[in-house]
């Protein structure tokens, strides 16, 4: 069969891949100028820099962890985030390091003691926002220092004007364990991303094209392949008949310093509202040992309002965007030929390894 794939992300080059393997001729269609879309990663003074924000891969799903080891070799970095709350580091996630820092407790029992006596203050009322929502959860202090001001810039907006079920739940880890995942297994792909989904599509059945863009040309590809599979945003394919679903986007500034290490760590997040940036990435503390001694390349995070035309990043989960999203997944249903997949295909904050997991089910399901 004749395939098409729009878009050369992790979910469409997975998807390619499997397809060759059964003998389809498959075309890539990328409206940028490079493939893997965000999980892109470019080498800078020998540095693999993430292009589009920190990109840890974790997942306590075995078979796909197994299968993206077939793409390359993966070091044991464990994401272990810090905190700087007004020129005070914490460790996150919350664990015994950061009650320790935050409070001078010792034991489990003392940290939990001084979580409850801090929660009391919401006790008993159902919380209406974000902030209260976080104080039942935690206490006021680690809210006001390491979840406010954050949460306030992701969201740009007051954390009292944010619905509480944005934080459904607050990990407290009650070891002294800085390792912010529970999954099974973790890591940064050693040489970078990029080459993963250049060895997913290195195959003499599949075409890539760059910058181009599928809407330039909707009706000749539809009607010119059997099957296309769709990574691109779901609104987008309807040409926003019933409206446009809503992203939270992002700004990145790339730096080059000339010092060996900047900030010892490959994230530092900054939680208080007064520095725009949400977090600081050194990308060459993804790789041990990798880069000119001398030199380094940070990155600074700037979240940012979405409007249409700009990248969207993150989808907005909540009630409204979703019964948008579910009125246009029933026109997609409606679309025999296209398989809408990926993050924007889906409206999901898929992470990576559920995106491989996913692509792989839908080829399952299709073949
Ligand atoms: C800032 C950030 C940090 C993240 N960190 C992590 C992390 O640490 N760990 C983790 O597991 N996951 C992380 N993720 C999620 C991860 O990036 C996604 O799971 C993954 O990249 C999704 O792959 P995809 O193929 O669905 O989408 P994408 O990577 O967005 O690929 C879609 C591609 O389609 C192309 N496209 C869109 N429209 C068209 C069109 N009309 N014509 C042609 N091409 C088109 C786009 O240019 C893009 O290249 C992060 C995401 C972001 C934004």
Same mark, same amino acid.
């Given at each position: 069969?004749?395939?098409?794939?729009? +878009?050369? +992300?992790?979910?469409?080059?997975?998807?390619?891949?499997?397809?060759?393997?059964?003998?389809?001729?498959?075309?890539?269609?990328?409206? *940028?100028?490079?493939?893997?879309?965000?999980?892109? !990663?470019?080498?800078?003074?020998?540095?693999? /820099?993430?292009?589009?924000?920190?990109?840890? $891969?974790?997942?306590?799903?075995?078979?796909?962890?197994? @299968?993206?080891?077939?793409?390359? %070799?993966?070091?044991?970095? !464990?994401n272990s985030p810090v905190a700087n709350y007004k020129g005070h580091m914490y460790n996150l996630p919350f664990n015994m390091n950061t009650f320790?820092?935050?409070?001078?407790? *010792?034991?489990?029992?003392?940290?939990?003691?001084?979580?409850?006596?801090?929660?009391?203050?919401?006790? =008993?009322?159902?919380?209406?926002?974000?902030?209260e929502q976080a104080i039942s959860l935690i206490g006021r202090d680690i809210y006001e220092k390491l979840i406010k001001g954050y949460t306030e810039k992701q969201w740009g907006r007051k954390a009292t004007d944010l619905p509480p079920f944005i934080i459904k739940r607050l990990p407290v880890r009650l070891t002294y364990d800085n390792n912010y995942f529970n999954d099974d297994y973790q890591g940064i792909p050693k040489g970078g991303y990029t080459q993963i989904v250049e060895k997913m599509l290195d195959n003499p059945n599949i075409t890539v #094209?760059?910058?181009? &863009? $599928?809407?330039?040309? #909707? &009706?000749?590809?539809?009607?010119?392949?059997?099957?296309? /599979? @769709? !990574? =691109?945003?779901?609104?987008?394919? $309807?040409?926003?008949?019933?409206?446009?679903? %809503? @992203?939270?986007?992002?700004?990145?500034? !790339?730096?080059?310093?000339?010092?060996?290490?900047?900030? =010892?760590?490959?994230?530092i997040n900054y939680t208080e509202a007064e520095i725009p940036y949400t977090r600081i990435i050194e990308h060459k503390h993804f790789e041990f040992g990798k880069g000119d001694e001398d030199k380094t390349i940070i990155t600074r995070e700037y979240p940012a309002e979405w409007k249409p035309g700009d990248e969207p990043y993150y989808p907005v989960n909540d009630?409204?965007?979703? %019964?948008? @999203?579910?009125?246009?997944?029933?026109?997609?249903? #409606?679309?025999?030929?296209?398989?809408? +997949? =990926?993050?924007?295909?889906?409206?999901?904050?898929?992470?990576?390894?559920?995106?491989?997991?996913?692509?792989?089910?839908? $080829?399952? #399901?299709w073949k």
């Open positions: 069969m004749k395939i098409l794939i729009v +878009g050369s +992300g992790l979910y469409g080059a997975v998807f390619a891949h499997e397809a060759t393997k059964r003998g389809h001729q498959v075309t890539v269609i990328e409206k *940028r100028n490079h493939i893997a879309g965000n999980i892109y !990663t470019e080498e800078i003074d020998g540095i693999q /820099v993430h292009k589009y924000g920190a990109h840890i $891969f974790h997942t306590s799903n075995k078979k796909v962890w197994d @299968y993206i080891q077939q793409f390359a %070799e993966f070091n044991r970095y !464990t320790s820092e935050m409070w001078g407790v *010792r034991t489990p029992q003392e940290a939990m003691d001084k979580i409850n006596e801090q929660r009391k203050e919401i006790a =008993g009322k159902e919380p209406q926002n974000l902030e #094209k760059l910058n181009t &863009d $599928f809407f330039d040309k #909707k &009706d000749e590809y539809l009607k010119s392949f059997d099957k296309i /599979v @769709y !990574t =691109g945003p779901i609104d987008q394919f $309807f040409d926003y008949k019933l409206g446009h679903l %809503e @992203y939270r986007s992002l700004r990145f500034e !790339t730096e080059e310093k000339n010092v060996g290490n900047y900030q =010892g760590n490959a994230v009630d409204k965007n979703n %019964e948008l @999203y579910a009125e246009y997944k029933d026109l997609a249903d #409606k679309e025999d030929k296209v398989i809408f +997949g =990926g993050r924007l295909g889906q409206y999901k904050y898929y992470n990576m390894d559920q995106v491989i997991a996913a692509s792989l089910e839908a $080829f399952r #399901k």
